[in-house]
């Protein structure tokens, strides 16, 4: 693995230029500044009666600023339905999810739509990005849709922090997917979001680029602050998090601080094991 992982977390409060707080109202012990993600009791159901299903079950999480959390879990155990909520995408049954302070579940489809231009980003696996645009607009993209005006100069430092420096007057066609995936990574984090959103942001990816679009991550959170939820389903990818949530029947099942592939990887199976099924039932 090329790049190595850094945990440098003094380094956020060096970053001067990142991160501008929103709305913390200090809120007793932990200051709500501090605090990128909140979910509380978060539900969401699909369909009625007998048929429900409980795609969250209750979902309790606090994920503070400059976190790297992955979130891995078997195929239906919510992981979707997770980043969905909590990206203001869809909204939970019941529960509250607040993002930088600000509580989202409340919140009209107008207020909801400007919050996720300004102050989310998203990172897909299939990139994403508009073919007909540079990759300087593309970049610009999120702060043109919000009505800003578009900061060259942010998107450049941006470009050049992703080593594109020399390729924002090409398109994405002209590019190879890691590159690609590096332009998203750009204009995810060029309006200094609360939280940036990945949902698995290596699926299409070689293990060599994957490792670089992985390492860029690693780096946005330990150099300018930021903050990254990642779906992922690669135990080496939850590698580079600081902790791995797994999720099993719409809950929180486990959760791991820095752990390894292998350690990951068994965690995986036990969540996936009939034992666990019927210990959970
Ligand atoms: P994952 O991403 O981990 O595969 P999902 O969040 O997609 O899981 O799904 C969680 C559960 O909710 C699954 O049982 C799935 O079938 C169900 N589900 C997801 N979306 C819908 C929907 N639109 N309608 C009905 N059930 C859904």
Redesign the pocket.
């Known amino acids: 693995m090329g790049l190595r992982r850094k945990k440098n977390r003094a380094a956020q409060d060096a970053v001067p230029t990142l991160g501008t707080p929103h709305g913390h109202e200090s809120h007793g012990h932990a200051p709500q500044g501090d605090r990128a993600v909140e979910l509380h009791g978060v539900r969401r159901q699909?369909?009625r009666g007998s048929g429900a299903?409980h795609?969250l079950a209750g979902i309790d999480l606090t994920l503070p600023r400059g976190s790297f959390t992955a979130v891995m879990?078997?195929?239906?155990?919510?992981?979707?339905?997770?980043l969905q909520c909590a990206a203001g995408l869809d909204r939970p049954t019941s529960g509250t999810v607040r993002l930088g302070g600000t509580d989202i579940t409340s919140m009209g489809e107008n207020k909801l739509t400007a919050l996720r231009r300004t102050r989310l980003g998203f990172v897909f696996q299939s990139f994403n990005l508009l073919p007909s645009l540079t990759v300087e607009q593309n970049v610009l993209l999120p702060m043109r849709l919000a009505g800003r005006r578009p900061d060259r100069r942010a998107a450049a430092e941006m470009l050049a922090r992703v080593g594109l420096a020399d390729k924002g007057r090409r398109r994405p066609g002209q590019l190879s997917g890691g590159q690609q995936q590096r332009v998203a990574i750009a204009r995810a984090l060029v309006t200094q979001p609360d939280v940036v959103f990945a949902d698995e942001p290596t699926g299409a990816l070689d293990t060599t680029t994957a490792a670089e679009i992985l390492g860029l991550l690693r780096s946005a959170v330990d150099s300018l602050g930021a903050t990254v939820v990642m779906?992922t389903h690669d135990p080496t990818a939850a590698t580079y998090a600081d902790r791995v949530l797994f999720?099993a029947d719409?809950t929180i099942a486990d959760r791991l601080e820095r752990g390894s592939a292998a350690q990951i990887a068994t965690r995986m199976t036990t969540l996936t094991r009939p034992a666990y099924a019927t210990a959970a039932a």
């Not at 879990?73 to 997770?82: A, L, M, N």
């Open positions: 699909y369909g299903v795609a879990g078997p195929s239906g155990s919510g992981k979707s339905t997770f779906v999720l719409g």
